[in-house]
């Protein structure tokens, strides 16, 4: 496969995961602004910040408030993470990349397109939002099962997931890190009202109240939380998840092709760090600090699987 | 169809779309065009079955259809971009669901006279960048060659495998009358069109499974496994192993980008940008998720100029350093090689009856449309003189851009263009207006007459030459316009050839 053609993979998938996670964060945001919040343009900061978007924002905007930030996440095509940004990214890629999807992914990805072209082609409205946003969360299942049932389980397969993977990572550990405050065990504050709605919107931006739930049994602590997130391997955006499938992938690529990859070195060693290890060890180490260093990490995995594959000259 | 969809429209329909056939078969009397599905005395002989199929069928569904298949072209996203609109980058070649239709008997007469076209084309490059002995035998002026820019010196003394230079050509044809077919063009450079051509055969057959199994046409699907065939046929000799072929595209931005990698995707190999592609130990190889492996047969969509910023434009990021020295070195097949523009301008085209006959020794079997070369002093004073008659081309051009049609164009226009012609004659030659065929196309109202042209396309590699059956059929979607061209609002049409 062309090294460029592996990048062109990679970056598809990476800005398919950056526009679902950015709808599910606005989505987020959106809710506890709606109904929980006393400080509703504080919870729009947060939701800029944690789209690591704020600087754009700033020179652009002063102030935070709904219709704003949703714009600038939804449709502003100077911001490079905006959805209508990212897809037109994953659309240019796939077209880049066209002969290595099959039909549907390719068809998928095309229509997404067309239609979040056409649905973000003027600002939307508050009454409109949940139905966009459920627009790109239905649009990138319809790819993401083109990906899963009908793509070989080969190398193109493993930079889609990898893609996938590196961009999930960074997401989550951002949006834990930008609300790490309110998982610090603080005995004056455990239980109280600011907290829940800072949990509830930690949980929602990875769409994670339900099964959170179900999962620990609705025992909201943050040390419940923080654990769920971080190291908890069933579900499916917590960072531990997401390490053992870039390594999972990696190792396949490597069976591959025979030959042994730095990256592989690194996803490995960021897997154990997130391995075998209990919550309160993490707050020991300092949640906001370890977070930090994880961010570095997945940096670094990412760098490391450009060079690994040959992704530019 | 299902009866509820026959009550729903209505016989009436039917009949109205009848009584539009009939109406266009008494237009069709005393018309200055050939109309390729009716004459003067009914349908003519191709078209009989699919008009009595057309008989039955009623509008509304006919419409639905056409819808469907627009949503189909632009969910597989078969658009070309338009140079210079940015509004509408990504446009759709609007496709119309009535078949151009060939018999077999004509397209026999139609693809003996290609191939002994594309022949003497491949006879001809060779010659003039070997012996040339065409220009010492004084049939064209050795300024046709010394001035032009599409001769390029870097070919001089060098042979590629089996002499073939021109491996993909798509000729342009016009047809005027029941045996009149003209060459227009010879697109002998990197001729497009040929996805169209595939993907309208292919809407055709999921819309109208049934004509399909009523009529015989002829095959195109073969097209993609062919083009592979016949470019590893033309690997460099010291090629070891199956030769691994690649396309190489300008990128997606390219407007045709979307038939680069339909191509590739088809015959099932990559695809590859300059920047893919670099010299290594003296071959030309891409950079793979593993390092760099070799390629042995480059089939370009890259222009020559592009091609190698070392030895043509320097500043061209498309192509790649040193692939010329690679290339005389005989260790990578390009497609089509480079230099093949000085065999299809306009002005060698006019000289064309005299090449074919000077390499294979017969007529030529295709007619030449007369072309006047603006840079003789006698057809400048009459092409100046004659201007709203005439059309006039740039040498060069292509795409329908900078051109002149004299009876469509305005008094202004015509003073405009006499200007430019007075100031550069030599990049300018003319034609008389052709009466292009119709075929009718599907319209809200009915069937209504469209002007056509014809682009087969013929396969050349040291094995010989294949041609496919049919081409891309592109009209003129206005009515009486003559200009096909999709960067002017033409459209495209599915061509048969009948099974005889």
């Known amino acids: ?313 | 169809m299902c009866p509820a969809e026959r009550s729903a429209s209505g016989p009436g329909n039917r009949v109205a779309l009848r009584a539009r056939l009939v109406n266009m078969l008494s237009m069709s009397k005393g018309k200055t065009y050939f109309s390729e599905m009716t004459s003067d005395t009914g349908v003519r002989d191709p078209y009989q079955s699919y008009d009595a199929w057309f008989a039955q069928q009623d509008n509304a569904r006919l419409a639905k259809k056409s819808e469907e298949a627009e949503v189909f072209f632009r969910s597989t996203g078969i658009t070309f971009n338009v140079y210079g609109d940015e509004d509408a980058e990504e446009r759709l070649i609007p496709f119309d669901l009535v078949p151009r239709i060939i018999s077999g008997r004509e397209w026999d007469k139609l693809s003996k006279g290609i191939d002994q076209r594309v022949r003497a084309i491949n006879a001809f490059l060779h010659d003039i960048y070997n012996r040339q002995e065409i220009l010492r035998a004084g049939v064209i002026p050795v300024d046709l060659i010394a001035q032009n820019d599409a001769f390029l010196p870097q070919m001089i003394d060098f042979s590629p495998p089996g002499d073939v230079y021109t491996h993909i050509v798509g000729t342009d044809i016009v047809r005027t009358g029941e045996d009149e077919f003209f060459v227009l063009e010879d697109n002998a450079r990197t001729p497009s069109g040929v996805s169209y051509m595939l993907e309208n055969r292919e809407t055709m057959l999921q819309m109208f499974p049934e004509l399909f199994s009523k009529i015989k046409v002829q095959r195109v699907s073969d097209y993609p496994k062919n083009l592979r065939k016949s470019l590893e046929a033309s690997a460099p000799k010291n090629c070891e192993g199956r030769p691994f072929v690649v396309v190489l595209t300008p990128g997606i931005h390219n407007s045709a980008y979307y038939e680069h990698s339909f191509l590739a995707d088809q015959m099932g190999v990559e695809l590859v940008e300059g920047h893919d592609l670099r010299v290594v130990d003296g071959h030309i190889a891409m950079r793979t998720t593993r390092g760099y492996r070799k390629i042995d047969v480059i089939y370009r969509r890259v222009d020559d100029d592009f091609l190698d910023p070392l030895t043509f434009n320097p500043d061209s990021m498309l192509g790649v350093p040193g692939i010329m020295d690679v290339y005389r070195a005989g260790n990578i097949t390009i497609t089509n090689a480079p230099g093949t523009g000085v065999s299809d301008d306009k002005a060698i085209y006019s000289y064309m009856p005299e090449i074919v006959e000077f390499y294979t020794g017969e007529k030529a079997l295709l007619k030449n449309v007369e072309t006047y070369r603006c840079s003789e002093a006698d057809s400048l004073k009459y092409v100046l003189d004659n201007l709203a008659d005439l059309v006039v081309k740039e040498v060069h051009g292509s795409g329908g851009y900078g051109m002149l049609v004299g009876p469509t164009a305005s008094k202004k226009e015509i003073a405009e263009f006499a200007e430019k012609l007075k100031a550069k004659p030599s990049n300018y030659i003319a034609q008389p207006t052709l009466s292009l065929s119709t075929v009718p196309i599907f319209t809200e109202a009915g069937l209504a007459p469209r002007h056509v042209d014809l682009r087969p396309f013929a396969l050349v590699s040291p094995n010989g030459v294949e041609i496919t059956p049919g081409g891309l059929t592109r009209v003129a979607l206005k009515e009486g316009s003559l200009v096909v061209n999709s960067s002017q609002g033409g459209g495209t049409k599915d061509t048969w050839v009948l099974k005889e």
């Open chain 1, 1 to 313: 496969m062309l090294g460029k053609t592996a990048g062109g993979l990679y970056w598809m998938f990476r800005a398919l995961e950056r526009a679902e996670n950015t709808a599910r964060l606005i989505e987020a945001g959106f809710r506890i602004a709606l109904t929980r919040s006393t400080d509703p343009d504080g919870e729009w900061r947060s939701v800029i910040i944690t789209s690591a978007t704020q600087q754009g924002y700033d020179a652009k905007y002063d102030g935070y408030d709904s219709a704003r930030v949703t714009d600038y996440l939804l449709r502003d095509l100077d911001n490079q993470s905006s959805v209508l940004s990212v897809i037109k990214q994953a659309r240019d890629n796939a077209r880049l990349v066209r002969t290595a999807l099959t039909t549907e992914v390719w068809m998928a990805v095309n229509e997404t397109w067309m239609l979040l072209t056409d649905v973000l082609k003027e600002p939307v409205p508050e009454t409109d939002l949940p139905e966009v946003l459920s627009i790109i969360r239905q649009q990138s299942a319809l790819v993401r099962g083109a990906l899963h049932g009908t793509m070989l389980r080969n190398d193109i397969y493993d930079f889609a997931r990898l893609g996938t993977f590196v961009e999930r990572a960074d997401s989550t550990a951002r949006i834990i890190d930008v609300k790490y405050y309110a998982l610090l065990p603080s005995p004056s504050l455990v239980g109280s009202r600011m907290d829940n709605v800072q949990w509830e919107m930690l949980l929602r931006s990875v769409s994670a109240h339900r099964s959170f739930r179900w999962a620990t049994d609705g025992d909201y602590a943050s040390a419940n939380i923080a654990d769920f997130l971080i190291l908890d391997r069933r579900m499916p955006r917590s960072l531990a998840y997401c390490a053992a499938t870039i390594c999972e992938n990696l190792e396949y690529l490597e069976e591959e092709y025979g030959e042994r990859s730095e990256s592989l070195v690194l996803a490995r060693a960021l897997r154990a760090r997130l391995r075998d290890r209990d919550i309160a060890s993490i707050f020991d180490e300092g949640l906001h600090e370890f977070l930090s260093s994880v961010l570095g990490d997945i940096a670094r995995i990412g760098i490391q699987i450009e060079q690994d594959y040959r992704f530019n000259e």
